[in-house]
């Protein structure tokens, strides 16, 4: 499985964007990049997921390098409930993978 | 509508006892997932469901682990002569096919 690379931990102020990289250098043509996070004491929930192009929802914007060897997941403005562990996960579509790999993530703190 | 439920939200047994973890996911979600976190990582595979299919078991960590999905619907996760590194938040989540996962809050089991 091709696997994704993140930085431990991040911290940012409150009402600055964040910018999240992920670096998936082995990433194959079918992989989808997906998004997770994980709130204290809750389990993970969906954030975002792309395959190609720039992806924009309600919680967050996935900026994808041309050859999609990284990605950077953008919050536009940190509030404290984005303090959380993010994880960057690749799924191949191509296989139908069915499980999740989850790395350690990123620790994003958020300060007041 | 009404999320993935885990119960019992906590458990708290002897090394050496069998424990059952119960998880409903959300309505006409056909696919299932078990996975665990052990303190401060990231999560570990266990099992997979879809539909009528034979479970992807690749994940399970030894023989004294095992899960059914009764009717396509409810599951439960057991572990038989439990250890203390058994100890870690167990983790369902259920989606639509291979959509993306929907979690529920977690049991948090320890082993004394």
């Known amino acids: 499985d091709a696997k994704t690379t993140q930085p431990n931990s991040m911290e940012s102020n409150e009402e600055e964007p964040v910018h999240l990289p992920c670096n998936h250098s082995?990433?194959?043509?079918?992989?989808?990049i997906h998004w997770y996070r994980q709130l204290p004491s809750q389990g993970p929930e969906y954030v975002i997921h792309g395959l190609t192009s720039n992806v924009n929802n309600r919680m967050a914007s996935l900026a994808i390098a041309e050859d999609r060897k990284s990605s950077t997941l953008i919050l536009h403005r940190a509030t404290l409930r984005d303090a959380a562990v993010y994880y960057c996960i690749l799924r191949d579509a191509g296989t139908g993978a069915n499980n999740l790999f989850f790395g350690t993530g990123t620790r994003l703190t958020v300060i007041p | 509508g009404a999320g993935v439920s885990q119960t019992p939200s906590n458990k708290v047994t002897e090394k050496g006892k069998y424990v059952e973890l119960r998880c409903d996911p959300i309505s006409g979600h056909t696919a299932l997932y078990w996975y665990r976190q052990s303190l401060g990582q990231g999560l570990e595979f266990l099992i997979y469901?879809?539909?009528?299919?034979?479970?992807?078991k690749s994940g399970l960590p030894s023989d004294r682990f095992s899960a059914e999905r009764t009717g396509g619907s409810v599951s439960t996760l057991t572990i038989q002569r439990t250890q203390q590194e058994d100890s870690a938040v167990y983790l369902c989540?259920?989606?639509?096919?291979?959509?993306?996962?929907?979690f529920g809050p977690g049991t948090r089991l320890t082993v004394l």
């Open positions: 082995t990433i194959s043509g079918t992989d989808y």
């Open positions: 989540a259920s989606s639509p096919g291979q959509g993306d996962q929907f």
């Open positions: 469901f879809q539909g009528n299919s034979a479970p992807d």
